[in-house]
């Protein structure tokens, strides 16, 4: 096709024509004729001109400014910047210097470049064509960015991985878009790269809205930081029968998708449009819009469907999800689905029967659900974790799949999500607690609520254990065991990620609630908090105020240690009391186990029975199990014990994940050959980080022969693992 040069973006489609693609093709053109010229080494320099605009013939080369700057680079030393588009004088216009000003000075704050005290995105309408066989993606994103500060002229937001064919505002004199209205810096590590869009030729003022538009592909190949997106062969799936597609984008892997303000103090709503092949079906973490009958008669007639949707809710970007694939799904309840695999669907339905009693009770305690929709999306076992609390549509791993119901906790956590982390959200990375720490103490009521008081204490005592161990591995003195961790700009968060904000935050919240009185003090104090901080964003300081204000008649706040609860790593600074009537004997029986082979040299004379265990949840095994784990952190246990446990027990057939995985990491520590095999073929089998992590960890602990195991698995599996379930497993392994 003949192209006209220069042509401005196309429209969005008003039908079914192929005008997007038309589109796409002329940027894709246009950035091919970009890319044909290498910029000149004659660069003007903006330190000789004494202030004045240099000289610079028109042409289709792209500019390279030159700026003195403190983003990446040492000393204030020069760097460069790449400016689209073609070198006519206006684009030495007062925006395109705003632009380049941008990125010369970019630094990220909390893991990205967004300057939110500038200007933030408030919505999105994101356009793109996506296949469930590749991680490649194509397409547009058009933006509404509110102007919070005089005089701005420029946006950041944030990239890795992602080729920007055109980008910039409306030109405010004609109304088209502009296409080279931008300026990439130099991508640094899981950060990546920072990129400025003029917002117009003229300064803008505080409170205007400028709409923005950015034409873009992510890159091919591998991103050794963790590429939202995973493509999965049939091979790889439950099913066996199709290719599959899904996202997961937390903590910073959004701007891997496409080019956005990855940071959750922007919060923005957003409409979307993904194109897939044929006989595939697109999920969101958003409502979907019903068909028209053109779009049902195109999907007839053999063309691409198109799915649309809409969230009307304000969400951060690592929120932002979708799966490409072969779904099916299952009424659950009045407002809730399962979707799954075909050969899935009806275990994840009956696995997942109590979904609707949570939510009632998530409810009744927090406030009315906003979210239209709480659907659930089971994916492959490459899924890195146990739940992620997308809007509308929860991701959950087919490790929760336990036949009895028992590991449905997870998901009363992510509808938990539902109000604090998804309508409340922290404001920082730094403050991930007020997401995860909120969330579990308000799902363990919800489960108080649903199954009583005495599992909401026990799942409180298995938490507190699985807290003790996590500051033993991480160190009591590291910076990632305090409440508040100290993340520097270029820090990647997910390097953070642990169980600290999870039960660390938990353990402060219910001490809160202890010293003002109990639940019937705290639980209104918790859903005004959620009513008041709704949609929007919240540091530890604000709830500090919000907290000392809502009881500042009750002396007792007074001695709260508000800076040691926040800032001093290691174990909480107060002991929490729980009910352990539901507890005891699990503990006892850890301590009898501990202490008939002390030295882990065997016991011939120790016999155990399955009577010992009979009747128990499997909450109670797993806290046998962390408190035999904690006894034995020292000195394992002698292989031929685990032998005995796992008989008469029946851990070895067993078929829950929670108590698989406890189980497994026991034996690999005392070297048992049969724990060895069943630890491979969990690694072989699932991608969950938390198990994988663990027993990865246990294997490298080993004698040479345990850590070769640990290496040649992980290499065997990294390709099939998500991208950032390898990432961590390899710096566990000391690979990365």
């Given at each position: 096709m003949d192209l006209p040069e220069r042509e401005g973006f196309p429209t969005c489609r008003e039908d079914r024509s192929r005008t997007t693609v038309i589109g796409r093709e002329r940027v894709r053109w246009n950035a091919e004729d970009l890319r044909s010229n290498e910029p000149s080494l004659d660069r003007p320099s903006l330190d000789s001109t004494d202030g004045e605009v240099p000289h610079v013939p028109a042409s289709p080369q792209p500019v390279w400014l030159w700026g003195r700057g403190i983003g990446g680079n040492e000393g204030g030393q020069e760097i460069q910047t790449k400016m689209a588009g073609t070198v006519g004088d206006s684009c030495w216009s007062s925006m395109m210097y705003a632009v380049n000003d941008a990125i010369a000075v970019a630094m990220p704050i909390g893991g990205s470049y967004a300057r939110v005290e500038e200007a933030v995105v408030v919505h999105a309408t994101i356009d793109v064509d996506a296949s469930p066989d590749s991680t490649h993606i194509i397409g547009f994103v058009e933006?509404?960015?509110?102007?919070?500060?005089?005089?701005?002229?420029?946006?950041?937001?944030?990239?890795?991985?992602?080729?920007?064919?055109?980008?910039?505002?409306?030109?405010?004199?004609?109304?088209?878009?502009?296409?080279?209205?931008?300026?990439?810096?130099?991508?640094?590590?899981?950060?990546?790269?920072?990129?400025?869009?003029?917002?117009?030729?003229?300064?803008?003022?505080?409170?205007?809205?400028?709409?923005?538009?950015?034409?873009?592909?992510?890159?091919?190949?591998?991103?050794?930081?963790?590429?939202?997106?995973?493509?999965?062969?049939?091979?790889?799936?439950?099913?066996?029968?199709?290719?599959?597609?899904?996202?997961?984008?937390?903590?910073?892997?959004?701007?891997?998708?496409?080019?956005?303000?990855?940071?959750?103090?922007?919060?923005?709503?957003?409409?979307?449009?993904?194109?897939?092949?044929?006989?595939?079906?697109?999920?969101?973490?958003?409502?979907?819009?019903?068909?028209?009958?053109?779009?049902?008669?195109?999907?007839?007639?053999?063309?691409?469907?198109?799915?649309?949707?809409?969230?009307?809710?304000?969400?951060?970007?690592?929120?932002?999800?979708?799966?490409?694939?072969?779904?099916?799904?299952?009424?659950?309840?009045?407002?809730?689905?399962?979707?799954?695999?075909?050969?899935?669907?009806?275990?994840?339905?009956?696995?997942?029967?109590?979904?609707?009693?949570?939510?009632?009770?998530?409810?009744?305690?927090?406030?009315?659900?906003?979210?239209?929709?709480?659907?659930?999306?089971?994916?492959?076992?490459?899924?890195?974790?146990?739940?992620?609390?997308?809007?509308?549509?929860?991701?959950?791993?087919?490790?929760?799949?336990?036949?009895?119901?028992?590991?449905?906790?997870?998901?009363?956590?992510?509808?938990?999500?539902?109000?604090?982390?998804?309508?409340?959200?922290?404001?920082?990375?730094?403050?991930?607690?007020?997401?995860?720490?909120?969330?579990?103490?308000?799902?363990?009521?919800?489960?108080?609520?649903?199954?009583?008081?005495?599992?909401?204490?026990?799942?409180?005592?298995?938490?507190?254990?699985?807290?003790?161990?996590?500051?033993?591995?991480?160190?009591?003195?590291?910076k990632f065991t305090a409440l508040i961790p100290k993340l520097k700009g270029f820090d990647d968060p997910d390097d953070a990620f642990s169980k600290i904000p999870y039960e660390k935050g938990f353990h402060f919240l219910y001490f809160l609630q202890e010293l003002v009185g109990g639940p019937a003090q705290f639980e209104p104090f918790m859903r005004d908090y959620i009513q008041h901080f709704a949609l929007s964003t919240v540091d530890s300081y604000q709830f500090k105020a919000y907290f000392v204000q809502y009881f500042k008649s009750n002396p007792k706040i007074s001695s709260v240690e508000w800076e040691k609860w926040f800032h001093s790593p290691g174990m909480p600074v107060h002991e929490n009391h729980y009910d352990h009537s539901l507890a005891e004997a699990a503990r006892a029986l850890a301590t009898d186990w501990h202490s008939v082979d002390p030295l882990g040299i065997g016991n011939d004379e120790f016999h155990p029975s399955f009577s010992d265990i009979e009747g128990w949840s499997v909450h109670q095994l797993i806290v046998f199990l962390d408190r035999l784990i904690a006894l034995r952190a020292l000195k394992p246990l002698h292989s031929s014990m685990v032998e005995k446990l796992g008989e008469a027990y029946k851990f070895f057939e067993s078929g829950n994940s929670e108590i698989k995985g406890r189980f497994l990491r026991l034996g690999v520590l005392a070297g048992n050959a049969r724990c060895y095999d069943g630890a491979v073929s969990m690694l072989n089998e699932q991608g969950r980080m938390k198990f994988l992590r663990p027993l990865y960890r246990a294997l490298n602990q080993g004698d040479s022969q345990a850590r070769q195991l640990a290496k040649s698995t992980f290499q065997e599996n990294k390709s099939r693992y998500h991208p950032i379930a390898a990432k961590m497993v390899g710096a566990d392994l000391g690979l990365e």
């Amino acid at each position: 096709m003949d192209l006209p040069e220069r042509e401005g973006f196309p429209t969005c489609r008003e039908d079914r024509s192929r005008t997007t693609v038309i589109g796409r093709e002329r940027v894709r053109w246009n950035a091919e004729d970009l890319r044909s010229n290498e910029p000149s080494l004659d660069r003007p320099s903006l330190d000789s001109t004494d202030g004045e605009v240099p000289h610079v013939p028109a042409s289709p080369q792209p500019v390279w400014l030159w700026g003195r700057g403190i983003g990446g680079n040492e000393g204030g030393q020069e760097i460069q910047t790449k400016m689209a588009g073609t070198v006519g004088d206006s684009c030495w216009s007062s925006m395109m210097y705003a632009v380049n000003d941008a990125i010369a000075v970019a630094m990220p704050i909390g893991g990205s470049y967004a300057r939110v005290e500038e200007a933030v995105v408030v919505h999105a309408t994101i356009d793109v064509d996506a296949s469930p066989d590749s991680t490649h993606i194509i397409g547009f994103v058009e933006y509404d960015v509110a102007v919070q500060a005089d005089g701005v002229q420029a946006v950041l937001l944030d990239m890795r991985g992602i080729e920007i064919h055109a980008a910039g505002p409306k030109d405010e004199a004609t109304g088209d878009w502009m296409t080279d209205a931008f300026a990439e810096g130099e991508s640094e590590g899981a950060i990546g790269a920072p990129l400025a869009i003029g917002l117009g030729e003229t300064a803008k003022k505080k409170g205007d809205v400028v709409s923005l538009r950015v034409d873009f592909e992510t890159e091919h190949g591998e991103d050794k930081y963790g590429r939202a997106l995973q493509s999965l062969t049939k091979e790889q799936t439950s099913g066996k029968e199709h290719c599959l597609s899904f996202t997961q984008c937390q903590a910073i892997h959004a701007r891997s998708l496409f080019p956005c303000q990855d940071t959750p103090a922007v919060k923005f709503t957003y409409e979307a449009v993904l194109e897939v092949p044929p006989s595939m079906r697109v999920l969101m973490a958003a409502c979907e819009v019903p068909c028209t009958e053109d779009e049902i008669q195109f999907r007839k007639d053999g063309g691409n469907p198109r799915y649309d949707f809409v969230q009307k809710v304000p969400v951060p970007a690592y929120l932002f999800a979708f799966a490409v694939g072969n779904f099916e799904s299952r009424e659950i309840g009045p407002r809730t689905r399962v979707w799954a695999e075909p050969n899935m669907v009806d275990a994840a339905a009956l696995e997942f029967a109590d979904t609707n009693k949570f939510l009632e009770a998530a409810e009744s305690l927090a406030g009315p659900y906003r979210w239209g929709r709480y659907d659930l999306l089971l994916l492959p076992p490459s899924f890195p974790y146990g739940g992620m609390e997308n809007p509308c549509l929860t991701f959950v791993t087919p490790t929760l799949i336990a036949g009895d119901g028992s590991l449905a906790h997870v998901i009363a956590h992510e509808i938990a999500h539902s109000w604090t982390g998804n309508l409340v959200t922290n404001k920082g990375w730094e403050h991930f607690w007020l997401n995860e720490g909120w969330t579990v103490f308000l799902e363990r009521k919800i489960l108080g609520r649903v199954y009583g008081e005495e599992i909401l204490q026990l799942h409180a005592i298995a938490g507190h254990e699985e807290l003790c161990e996590e500051v033993r591995r991480i160190g009591p003195t590291h910076k990632f065991t305090a409440l508040i961790p100290k993340l520097k700009g270029f820090d990647d968060p997910d390097d953070a990620f642990s169980k600290i904000p999870y039960e660390k935050g938990f353990h402060f919240l219910y001490f809160l609630q202890e010293l003002v009185g109990g639940p019937a003090q705290f639980e209104p104090f918790m859903r005004d908090y959620i009513q008041h901080f709704a949609l929007s964003t919240v540091d530890s300081y604000q709830f500090k105020a919000y907290f000392v204000q809502y009881f500042k008649s009750n002396p007792k706040i007074s001695s709260v240690e508000w800076e040691k609860w926040f800032h001093s790593p290691g174990m909480p600074v107060h002991e929490n009391h729980y009910d352990h009537s539901l507890a005891e004997a699990a503990r006892a029986l850890a301590t009898d186990w501990h202490s008939v082979d002390p030295l882990g040299i065997g016991n011939d004379e120790f016999h155990p029975s399955f009577s010992d265990i009979e009747g128990w949840s499997v909450h109670q095994l797993i806290v046998f199990l962390d408190r035999l784990i904690a006894l034995r952190a020292l000195k394992p246990l002698h292989s031929s014990m685990v032998e005995k446990l796992g008989e008469a027990y029946k851990f070895f057939e067993s078929g829950n994940s929670e108590i698989k995985g406890r189980f497994l990491r026991l034996g690999v520590l005392a070297g048992n050959a049969r724990c060895y095999d069943g630890a491979v073929s969990m690694l072989n089998e699932q991608g969950r980080m938390k198990f994988l992590r663990p027993l990865y960890r246990a294997l490298n602990q080993g004698d040479s022969q345990a850590r070769q195991l640990a290496k040649s698995t992980f290499q065997e599996n990294k390709s099939r693992y998500h991208p950032i379930a390898a990432k961590m497993v390899g710096a566990d392994l000391g690979l990365e």
